[in-house]
């Protein structure tokens, strides 16, 4: 029988996951999550014999390392997808290639195109234009968020170190609060780091393919040093990532020509049906959920919650199996 400090620690999980979504604060709660299960997995390797004062320097250095790499990566590349040759030159390329398929399509299609290059950018300017006052908030918008991903990790780094003290004198709801913390943060290291092995999986697929057969072939696609880092980057997403990286490769390609475009097609399409045989032996495996669960949960928490609902719901989905598992309700 669950008992009331339980039955309250839930009822808080719940609350609190809610006004993450709704504050858009899943950034940081992702950055915090991160260094929470990195500091741990890596705390686990320092000798148990060590004094209590020693031990808390060490867990306290490797809380500030963790957040130094995983803020330097994260900054890196974000730099690199937004500068120079990063995302604004990728979305020119498909936005080219978009204008110049209107010359090849049959004319029932080509009349959905936009007629040139110039229009697709008129008509990007003229959304600027209608939305400047949203644009304008952007930059404030990027200095939060920069703000609640650095306080993220921080507290990230803090929960990691706290969470080694002895649970079994804390009070009853605070100990039940630690337990729906240890449940989700072994559920985030679970999705998060077996979607990172599909990602970086699928990524190498990719890069051999973009970067050696293709050349191989006297084929070179522009910017592939870009796509390939989008592919892991987007393939971190379950499920769709995938389909959202294969889609702008394919755009490229046919940018070079449609034979080109072609081949991409059938060999990403390969790669993709490669993912769903991954994802059912890493995350699968892991969380024993499969891509249709994955992808019903992601759907409804992206019309409940938007864009937020549909990152985190892989990783909410794991948590709750994984609570209802452990109360033997599943």
Same mark, same amino acid.
């Not at 910017?223 to 702008?248: D, H, K, R, Y």
């Given at each position: 029988?669950?008992?009331?400090?339980?039955?309250?620690?839930?009822?808080?999980?719940?609350?609190?996951?809610?006004?993450?979504?709704?504050?858009?604060?899943?950034?940081a709660?992702?950055?915090?999550?991160?260094?929470?299960?990195?500091?741990?997995?890596?705390?686990?390797?320092?000798?148990?014999?060590?004094?209590?004062?020693?031990?808390?320097?060490i867990?306290?250095?490797?809380?500030?390392?963790?957040?130094?790499?995983?803020?330097?990566?994260?900054?890196?590349?974000?730099?690199?997808?937004?500068?120079?040759?990063?995302?604004?030159?990728?979305?020119?390329?498909?936005?080219?290639?978009l204008?110049?398929?209107?010359?090849?399509?049959?004319?029932?299609?080509?009349?959905?195109?936009?007629?040139?290059?110039? !229009?697709?950018? %008129?008509?990007?300017?003229?959304?600027?234009? !209608?939305?400047?006052?949203?644009?304008?908030?952007?930059?404030?918008?990027?200095?939060?968020?920069?703000?609640?991903v650095?306080?993220?990790?921080?507290?990230?780094?803090?929960?990691?170190?706290? %969470?080694?003290?002895?649970?079994?004198?804390?009070?009853?709801? %605070?100990?039940?609060?630690?337990?729906?913390?240890?449940?989700?943060? +072994?559920?985030?290291?679970?999705?998060?780091?077996?979607?990172?092995?599909i990602?970086?999986?699928?990524?190498?697929?990719?890069?051999?393919?973009?970067?050696?057969?293709?050349?191989?072939?006297?084929?070179?696609?522009?910017?592939?040093?870009?796509?390939?880092?989008?592919?892991?980057?987007?393939?971190?997403?379950?499920?769709?990532g995938?389909?959202i990286?294969?889609?702008?490769i394919?755009?490229? %390609?046919?940018?070079?020509?449609?034979?080109?475009?072609?081949?991409?097609?059938?060999?990403?399409?390969?790669?993709?049906?490669? +993912?769903?045989?991954?994802?059912?032996?890493?995350?699968?495996?892991?969380?024993?959920?499969?891509?249709?669960?994955?992808?019903?949960?992601?759907?409804?928490? !992206?019309?409940?919650?938007?864009?937020?609902?549909?990152?985190?719901?892989?990783?909410?989905?794991?948590?709750?199996?994984?609570?209802?598992?452990?109360?033997?309700?599943?």
């Amino acid at each position: 029988m669950i008992q009331k400090p339980e039955k309250a620690s839930y009822l808080l999980a719940i609350f609190a996951g809610m006004l993450v979504l709704h504050y858009h604060l899943l950034p940081a709660v992702i950055a915090g999550l991160a260094v929470h299960v990195i500091t741990i997995k890596l705390a686990q390797r320092v000798p148990g014999n060590w004094g209590s004062m020693a031990r808390e320097v060490i867990l306290g250095l490797i809380a500030v390392c963790v957040v130094v790499v995983l803020f330097g990566i994260g900054f890196g590349l974000w730099s690199f997808l937004i500068g120079h040759h990063g995302m604004a030159d990728l979305l020119a390329a498909v936005t080219e290639t978009l204008g110049n398929l209107k010359r090849t399509l049959p004319a029932s299609l080509a009349l959905s195109l936009p007629d040139t290059v110039e !229009e697709i950018q %008129s008509n990007l300017v003229d959304l600027m234009r !209608e939305n400047g006052r949203h644009l304008s908030q952007v930059g404030m918008e990027g200095v939060k968020i920069f703000a609640h991903v650095l306080l993220g990790m921080v507290i990230g780094g803090m929960t990691a170190l706290h %969470s080694f003290k002895g649970v079994e004198t804390w009070p009853a709801l %605070s100990a039940a609060l630690h337990a729906r913390l240890k449940g989700l943060s +072994e559920s985030f290291y679970k999705v998060v780091f077996a979607q990172a092995k599909i990602s970086t999986l699928n990524t190498i697929l990719t890069t051999i393919y973009l970067a050696v057969i293709l050349p191989l072939c006297g084929v070179h696609l522009p910017m592939v040093t870009v796509l390939i880092i989008f592919t892991f980057v987007a393939g971190l997403l379950p499920v769709v990532g995938n389909l959202i990286s294969n889609a702008v490769i394919v755009v490229i %390609s046919l940018g070079v020509s449609p034979a080109v475009g072609g081949s991409s097609l059938v060999f990403l399409v390969l790669i993709h049906k490669l +993912e769903y045989f991954t994802n059912a032996k890493i995350v699968g495996g892991e969380v024993h959920a499969r891509a249709w669960e994955l992808l019903c949960a992601m759907l409804l928490m !992206e019309a409940i919650f938007g864009i937020g609902g549909m990152v985190a719901a892989p990783i909410v989905y794991a948590w709750l199996k994984a609570e209802l598992k452990n109360l033997d309700l599943v």
